[in-house]
T-cell receptor, first 110, second 115 residues
Framework: KNEVEQSPQNLTAQEGEFITINCSYS?????LHWLQQHPGGGIVSLFMLSSGKKKHGRLIATINIQEKHSSLHITASHPRDSAVYICAVRKSGTASKLTFGTGTRLQVTL | GAGVSQSPSNKVTEKGKDVELRCDPISGHTALYWYRQSLGQGLEFLIY????????KSGLPSDRFSAERTGGSVSTLTIQRTQQEDSAVYLC?????????????FGPGTRLTVL
C-alpha cells in the first residue's frame, strides 16, 4: 500500500465547477506539498502545509494532521487548470526528500 | 531570475551505454534533489544534496546510479550500463536550504529513453 494515496485518480469537470482533490497519508510528516504538472511541462509547487489552511488565488489547500488528510480545492475552475495535481509529503525524521502520491489528472472542459 | 535548468532535455541511448544528466540549480540554493518519473508511475526520490555532500542517497535504485555535486552548484547524475527500465523523466529540484519550510523548485526534466 502506498504511503500517500490520492483520490480521484482522474477527474473531469466543467468550467466554473468547484473541484476537490484528496490526499491521505499513513506516515508521520513534517510537511505536505501540493504540486501541479502540466502536460509536457515542468512541475510547479503550489502549496506547502504543516497545519491549517492556505489560499492562493482560486486555490485553497487544507490539512488535518490528526486525520492524516489534505484537500486541494479549486474554485471557479477554468480549462487552464487542466493538469496533474500531485500530493507529496516530507516524512518526519527525514532530511528533505519527498514521498509522492500517484497524482490526480484533472481535465476542465468548456 | 533563472530557474532550475537541466540538460539535455531529451536523451536516447542504447542499452549498456553510460549517460550523464546535468542539473543547474537556482543560484544560491544549497539543497538539490534528483527525482525520477517513470511512464505510468509516480515520482520517486533518488538522492538529496546539501552543499556538495549527499546525506541521503536512499533512493538510488542500484549501484549503476551515482551523482555528484561540485562547487555547491551544478550536479550530475550518472547512469552506467543503462537498462530499458531506466527509461524515465529525470527531474531535478532545488531549494534555498534544507528544512520543512522550503519550497522546492523543479527543473523541466530530462527524458531518457533506453533502446
Amino acid at each position: 500500500k502506498n504511503e500517500v494515496e490520492q483520490s480521484p485518480q482522474n477527474l473531469t469537470a466543467q468550467e466554473g465547477e468547484f473541484i476537490t482533490i484528496n490526499c491521505s497519508y499513513s506516515v508521520g510528516i513534517s510537511a505536505l506539498h501540493w504540486l501541479q504538472q502540466h502536460p509536457g511541462g515542468g512541475i510547479v509547487s503550489l502549496f506547502m502545509l504543516s497545519s491549517g489552511k492556505k489560499k492562493h488565488g482560486r486555490l485553497i489547500a487544507t490539512i488535518n494532521i490528526q486525520e492524516k488528510h489534505s484537500s486541494l480545492h479549486i474554485t471557479a475552475s477554468h480549462p487552464r487548470d487542466s493538469a496533474v495535481y500531485i500530493c507529496a509529503v516530507r516524512k518526519s525524521g527525514t532530511a528533505s526528500k519527498l514521498t509522492f502520491g500517484t497524482g490526480t489528472r484533472l481535465q476542465v472542459t468548456l | 531570475g533563472a530557474g532550475v535548468s537541466q540538460s539535455p532535455s531529451n536523451k536516447v541511448t542504447e542499452k549498456g551505454k553510460d549517460v550523464e544528466l546535468r542539473c543547474d540549480p537556482i543560484s544560491g540554493h544549497t539543497a538539490l534533489y534528483w527525482y525520477r518519473q517513470s511512464l505510468g508511475q509516480g515520482l520517486e526520490f533518488l538522492i538529496y544534496f546539501q552543499g556538495n555532500s549527499a546525506p541521503d542517497k536512499s533512493g538510488l535504485p542500484s549501484d549503476r546510479f551515482s551523482a555528484e555535486r561540485t562547487g555547491g552548484s551544478v550536479s550530475t547524475l550518472t547512469i552506467q550500463r543503462t537498462q530499458q527500465e531506466d527509461s524515465a523523466v529525470y527531474l531535478c529540484a532545488s531549494s534555498l536550504r534544507q528544512g520543512s519550510t522550503d519550497t522546492q523548485y523543479f527543473g523541466p526534466g530530462t527524458r531518457l529513453t533506453v533502446l
